[in-house]
């Protein structure tokens, strides 16, 4: 328990809209237990690293500049100025964010060569249509000729070998371009070449970045920011796109399935394990051994009725989306599914795990366990269970061994909070050509209509994270309903996904409540919800291939920056948040953040993200804090593309013919 007073404490109401946390929160204080929360209100960030212009990338730092009227040229020992300085600390976000991605599509690449070549019998090729679709993407063909001239199909587990090493190689390459790039519209791809940015291979431009922002290499914000681009590229069109690739194929491309949300998901009487992290090699196997009937049958003997796995953070997004598993709830939750006294062990693997959730779950029974080498944790008590994906299922089962082992322990009073929502989620972009097109003429087609014909206004991807400096979901969700109200469709990923799985936006009839009578018609017809669940934020691979296919649609311009769209990540975080805003900005995207963007301290390196990029890629930053301010922005920019696309001329209610529509195929 923390003996650390905390002095004056927010109302939770001002924390959090969700109640499930709001009551947690006052269970943590009751308790004696120092959450996030908590050390927001004692601990401020510091000034000058929040404007961007705090340099610590040689020892004669850390330099600090700070524009004032006295000074207002101020530079760092070595004559860094204020844009260098915020440039580099911004590519080097752009590093560790796309770094992460790219890590992670990596151990997906070599657990999918790993089970194209048979060497584990606890992956297998689930999605072989999926291969097929995305082989000739890598160079690599689907069909044999025979002596006699007969075109046969290629075995399976050939393609997926080829696939696979084709795949891995991204990573490695030296020279070239990154074979997934080309999915992006013709004039994009184009516009890249002719600008240098696209990726030559994964890794390499990760590297380069770290390279130019070492003490006295790029001095130059504008070539920084290119390089920001390859790299962020190398992510989005890259690390991240086959990582989703690769994980529908060997788990299952994801299609509408339903699934609960938020804290309540957690049962008393059964032994509770939560999957907290991002890669889906770990849990799928853990959902297997959850489901074991030797498991099941171990766990009643222990006393407990059964076994509940529920996922935290993206995990929570991969296990949902392919298995309708519960999700306990988004990232500003950890330590409170822990402060429930009900979590029996909570297993994580990489990225957005809070350390201290080792020291709340010292104040509890729960067992915290580590399990990618990548990630141990000096804090509290924790146990490591290296997972390796040729043991995978053993590894699962130790795991939910441990955890049965650990629910006679429970000690502290448990109390589960009740909320508890049902939602509809697993929208690929292959999902949403099914959903709106129908069997018979699956395509973006639909959607595009109702654009044009203006019942849907415009398309927005609303993403990222929580942060502890702004309140818990409360943007999320402001900005989404504005959307909606004004007819704008959803894309939604990550912990933004969660926010509305909770507020109940998530399913069909939340469009009768919230949306505009456009868009309440379009999906009333359709029976989808307004806010499209799309996955994990490895995933926002899959909107920037729904953007690739609406353009491919037709109708509605030539480039992603043609399209009335936009997106946001209102309470972003974490600088995996950064790579994606970059790599949607260098689509064609407008991309607006929220909380705080650390550029205030370098006003010609924020104008050049604001303003300039828009010149080069027809996408641009943005920051606002205020959510409804930040929902206007982006229906005026929607607008503004409506207006270019001569679609702002009244919203007649016609639904195109054929002819119409090979009008259009053919522009
Ligand atoms: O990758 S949205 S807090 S959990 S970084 Fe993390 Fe942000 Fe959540 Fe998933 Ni994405
Ligand atoms: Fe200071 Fe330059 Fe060193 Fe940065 S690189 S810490 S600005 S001397």
């Not at 929570?316 to 599914?337: F, K, S, V």
Request: hydrophobic residues 40%.
């Amino acid at each position: 328990m923390s003996d650390k007073k905390v002095k004056k404490q927010r109302d939770v109401k001002d924390v959090s809209v969700d109640a499930a946390t709001q009551q947690m929160i006052l269970k943590a204080r009751a308790d004696g237990v120092e959450t996030i929360f908590d050390r927001a209100e004692t601990m401020k960030a510091c000034p000058i690293g929040a404007t961007g212009t705090c340099c610590k990338n040689c020892s004669q730092g850390p330099c600090r500049l700070t524009i004032t009227e006295k000074n207002p040229n101020p530079i760092g020992l070595c004559g860094a100025t204020p844009e260098t300085i915020a440039a580099r600390n911004f590519a080097r976000m752009v590093a560790a964010g796309a770094a992460a991605h790219s890590d992670h599509g990596r151990g997906v690449a070599e657990t999918f060569l790993a089970a194209a070549r048979r060497e584990t019998e606890d992956y297998g090729i689930k999605d072989t249509v999926k291969l097929r679709e995305i082989a000739p993407d890598f160079g690599v063909d689907i069909t044999v000729t025979d002596k006699d001239g007969n075109v046969l199909d290629r075995d399976i587990y050939e393609i997926a070998e080829e696939v696979g090493v084709k795949a891995l190689g991204q990573w490695g390459q030296q020279n070239g371009e990154v074979y997934t790039a080309k999915r992006a519209p013709e004039a994009r791809y184009e516009l890249w070449r002719k600008l240098d940015v696209v990726p030559r291979g994964i890794d390499r431009e990760v590297v380069e970045i770290m390279h130019r922002t070492h003490m006295g290499v790029d001095q130059d914000y504008k070539n920084l920011v290119k390089q920001c681009t390859r790299a962020a590229l190398g992510d989005g069109w890259g690390g991240s796109m086959i990582a989703t690739d690769l994980q529908d194929i060997m788990f299952g491309t994801p299609y509408p399935t339903q699934g609960g949300i938020n804290l309540g998901c957690l049962e008393e009487g059964n032994v509770n394990v939560i999957v907290h992290g991002h890669e889906p090699l770990l849990s799928e196997m853990i959902v297997v051994a959850s489901q074991d009937p030797e498991m099941i049958e171990y766990a009643r003997s222990k006393g407990a009725k059964g076994i509940t796995l529920a996922g935290m953070c993206c995990t929570a997004n991969e296990i949902l989306q392919r298995h309708g598993l519960p999700i306990a709830g988004n990232y500003l939750q950890q330590e409170l599914a822990i402060v429930t006294g009900a979590v029996d062990a909570m297993v994580v693997d990489v990225q957005c795990i809070m350390e201290n959730i080792a020291n709340v779950a010292d104040c509890y029974h729960t067992k915290v366990i580590t399990t990618n080498p990548r990630a141990m944790m000096a804090s509290g008590n924790t146990t490591h269970i290296e997972f390796d994906e040729h043991s995978a299922l053993e590894d699962g089962k130790k795991i939910v061994k441990l955890a049965i082992d650990n629910y006679p322990n429970r000690k502290a009073e448990v109390l589960i909070p009740p909320q508890k929502e049902n939602q509809v989620v697993g929208f690929s972009y292959e999902a949403i050509n099914y959903h709106l097109g129908g069997t018979f003429r699956g395509s973006y087609v639909p959607l595009n209509d109702n654009i044009i014909n203006g019942r849907i206004r415009g398309i927005a991807g609303v993403v990222g994270c929580n942060n502890a400096r702004t309140s818990h979901d409360s943007s999320h969700l402001i900005i989404i309903k504005e959307l909606l109200k004004n007819d704008v469709i959803v894309l939604t990923t990550g912990c933004s996904a969660m926010a509305c799985g909770k507020a109940g936006l998530l399913t069909p009839e939340a469009a009768a409540v919230y949306c505009g009578p456009g868009l309440a018609e379009v999906c009333e017809t359709v029976g989808i919800p307004p806010v499209l669940h799309m996955g994990s934020c490895v995933d926002n691979s899959r909107i920037l291939m729904a953007a690739a296919e609406v353009v491919k649609a037709g109708g509605l311009g030539k480039d992603i920056s043609d399209l009335p769209a936009a997106g946001a990540a209102p309470e972003w975080m974490s600088e995996k948040a950064i790579s994606i805003g970059h790599y949607f900005v260098a689509s064609g995207v407008y991309t607006v953040f929220g909380v705080t963007l650390p550029v205030d301290g370098a006003p010609v390196f924020k104008d050049y993200l604001f303003e300039g990029l828009e010149d080069i890629y027809g996408g641009m930053w943005d920051m606002i804090e205020d959510p409804y301010e930040m929902a206007k922005s982006m229906i005026a920019h929607i607008d503004k593309k409506r207006a270019a696309l001569g679609l702002d001329k009244g919203k007649e209610r016609v639904l195109m013919d054929m002819a119409d529509r090979q009008k259009l195929d053919a522009a």
